[in-house]
């Protein structure tokens, strides 16, 4: 007691704790847009789940829109570094090994970090923002063709677009394979990859040269 007063003491109940950053309140964004998907996701379930408010959600993001944008682009950047960090630690390995590498880094970060596998590849508000993810898929693209290319120098041969038609078709195949098991639900992402690179692997060693020769004659007609 204090001047004929007693003394505020706070208990650990009764203290407040520290309003969340705006990296907490993405990563509730996050759990709900992935669970729940956009149309369903609220404001309100994001700050329930962020312990905050709708107040402070408008007031960091300005509405649902802006942070579903604001979270989809975070999450692209975050598989974008995450297959290129695996592009990055491959070695001088045999070309089935380095398939699988490169498609298992898509299936892996759907094991490691499924909210997010399921936010990008689940459906999003708009068909307009199947663009955003663009980023992660010319930077994919570009380092398959680059493999593409050694393996066609490999056997003897000049590399022409043909190079990165199969580097598209390559990367397709894979992010189809990622979007049908998100969308399955009832699919082993790591199951998948396996099939998926045993697919790659068999086109690769059925592969015409013929075909190749089609297109990159022509294109070199076309250039004459």
Not at 94 to 119: G, T
Request: charged share 20%; aromatic share 6%; no cysteine.
């Amino acid at each position: 007691m204090r001047n004929g007063k007693p003394a505020v003491t706070s208990s650990p109940g009764s203290r407040r704790t520290a309003a969340p950053t705006d990296g907490e309140l993405l990563d509730a964004a996050l759990v709900v847009f992935a669970e729940r998907g956009y149309r369903q996701a609220t404001m309100e379930l994001i700050a329930e789940r962020a312990k905050s408010t709708k107040p402070t959600l408008y007031a960091h993001f300005g509405g649902k829109e802006t942070l579903y944008d604001t979270v989809f682009a975070r999450e692209v950047d975050r598989l974008r570094g995450w297959v290129l960090a695996v592009y990055d630690s491959a070695g001088d390995e045999a070309l089935e090994q380095l398939v699988r590498r490169y498609v298992m880094a898509l299936f892996d970060y759907a094991v490691a970090h499924p909210q997010s596998f399921r936010m990008l590849f689940g459906s999003d508000p708009g068909a307009e923002r199947a663009s955003r993810h663009q980023p992660v898929v010319d930077a994919i693209s570009e380092r398959v063709e680059e493999q593409v290319r050694n393996f066609l120098t490999a056997l003897g041969r000049t590399p022409g677009p043909s190079a990165g038609l199969l580097a598209a078709i390559l990367v397709a195949l894979t992010g189809g394979a990622a979007r049908h098991v998100q969308h399955s639900g009832k699919i082993d992402p790591a199951a998948a990859g396996e099939l998926a690179t045993a697919l790659i692997m068999a086109a690769i060693n059925g592969l015409d040269p013929s075909m190749l020769d089609a297109i990159d004659g022509a294109a070199g007609s076309a250039g004459g």
